[in-house]
């Protein structure tokens, strides 16, 4: 089973942000907080990646509490094309054996 | 680099065919996952591999069989078919933890 939590869905205006949640309540010392995002029935893509520092990247900013139980993927400005099935994920930084996906958070983007 | 690549995109089998989706990987990396999406739902692991020639169950394996002889290669064996294996099967590899995915392969068992 998945070892994160998500809530199922929500909804957001297009070029405001969206701010997806995620639990950790499992997450081990060793883990990073990876977030992936799967358009339609394409593959998943990765997006982002930290273990306990807020991290930035052209596609999104994440933010992860101190005690690393609970982290926050943010777009910044979210447009349709960011309407898709968000995952968090905890895995290993050096490769990882089991990587359990839940069933994520659909965001609908709203024009 | 083409990255991950599965083959086919589509098949339809009819119940108790054998089949094997292939997937081939080039960027060296020694960890490869199987995992198949119902309609609605979030991924489920199917088989991963650590590297030539070690291979793992999942959270769902039965029905299903892997191989891994060389470390760009990880195909998934379907034995007999069912209807309840109809289903996206998308593989991925990765060196460290980021994944890298296929672009998927549909399946129908009818």
């Known amino acids: 089973d998945a070892k994160t939590t998500q809530p199922p869905s929500m909804d957001c205006a297009e070029g405001r942000a969206a701010n997806l949640p995620c639990n950790h309540s499992t997450i081990s010392g060793n883990e990073y907080v990876y977030w992936y995002r799967q358009i339609h029935s394409q593959g998943p893509q990765y997006i982002i990646h930290g273990l306990k520092n807020n991290e930035t990247n052209e596609m999104a900013s994440l ?47 709203i024009p | 680099n083409a990255g991950v690549t599965q083959t086919p995109k589509f098949r339809i089998l009819k119940i108790g065919q054998s089949m094997t989706l292939q997937c081939t990987q080039d960027m060296n990396h020694n960890y490869m996952y199987w995992y198949r999406q ?10 991963y591999s650590v590297g030539a ?33 109809t289903s996206v099967y998308f593989c991925a590899s990765s060196a460290t933890g980021k994944l890298f995915f296929g672009s998927g392969t549909q399946l129908s068992v009818l």
């Open chain 2, 53 to 85: 020639g070690i291979t793992d169950k999942g959270e769902v394996p039965n029905g299903y069989n892997v191989s891994r002889s060389t470390t760009e290669d990880f195909p998934l064996r379907l034995e007999l078919a069912a209807p309840s294996q």
């Open chain 1, 63 to 109: 933010i992860i509490t101190e005690d690393r139980k609970s982290s926050t993927l943010i777009l910044p400005h979210a447009t349709l094309r960011d309407t898709a099935v968000y995952y968090c994920i905890d895995s290993p930084g050096s490769g990882a054996n089991n990587l359990f996906f839940g069933t994520g958070t659909r965001l609908t983007v």
């Open chain 2, 38 to 47: 119902d309609p609605g739902m979030g991924l489920k692991l199917i088989y």
